[in-house]
T-cell receptor, first 112, second 111 residues
């Protein structure tokens, strides 16, 4: 089983709609969770951290479910500029050193 | 300019040649990382460094060498390039393991 699994999509969503992605992780000891955004042929950029209580940043809401080991990202009122690949990122311990494990990403296209 | 830069941005080389990819950051971040990104695999960690002169292997370190003599530089060397090392390489830096800031990437093709 992969450490971090995401539905690769693509998700094709009309402008203004709400879209949600889930991501599952295998390491129950993971403590830190993030969503990164990657535009086509560009570098990944941190979109938001995911806190236990859930958190919101404008149109974006991130949730964590530790019992089921998944995190989610909800985008409301989607804009054309939201078209990108969204990477789910989870921390893990590797021989005593912490590192981040990146999912393969979910591709989102917003349709005018 | 402030930030993190990578050079070259594009590189074509031949099997067996040595190639060095450069990474430079101006934030004085302690941590620096090298990843490769391939279709179907996402970003995979090659090497990372917690400080100057401290480096550790990631999950796909075979065939790669790094050094970090200065905080701001973290070059990645492919000792003898193979076709399987054709990829996009990203360098990143951060003050901790989290919130990593990525460079623009180097697209490497090994013929």
């Amino acid at each position: 089983r992969k450490e971090v699994e995401q539905d690769p999509g693509p998700f094709n969503v009309p402008e203004g709609a709400t879209v949600a992605f889930n991501c599952t992780y295998s390491n129950s000891a993971s403590q830190s969770f993030f969503w990164y955004r990657q535009d086509c042929r560009k570098e990944p950029k941190l979109l938001m951290s995911v806190y236990s209580s859930g958190n919101e940043d404008g149109r974006f809401t991130a949730q964590l479910n530790r019992a089921s080991q998944y995190i989610s990202l909800l985008i409301r009122d989607s804009k054309l500029s939201d078209s990108a690949t969204y990477l789910c990122v989870v921390d893990s311990l590797n021989f005593g050193n912490e590192k981040l494990t990146f999912g393969t990403g979910t591709r989102l296209t917003i349709i005018p | 300019d402030a930030g993190i830069t990578q050079s070259p941005r594009y590189k074509i080389t031949e099997t067996g040649r040595q190639v060095t990819l450069m990474c430079h950051q101006t934030w004085s971040h302690s941590y620096m990382f090298w990843y490769r990104q391939d279709l179907g695999h996402g970003l995979r960690l090659i090497y990372y460094s917690a400080a100057a002169d401290i480096t550790d292997k990631g999950e796909v370190s075979d065939g790669y060498v790094v050094s970090r003599s200065k905080t701001e530089n973290f070059p990645l060397t492919l000792e003898s390039a193979t076709r399987s090392q054709t990829s996009v390489y990203f360098c990143a830096s951060s003050e901790s393991v989290y919130e990593q800031f990525f460079g623009p990437g180097t697209r490497l093709t090994v013929l």
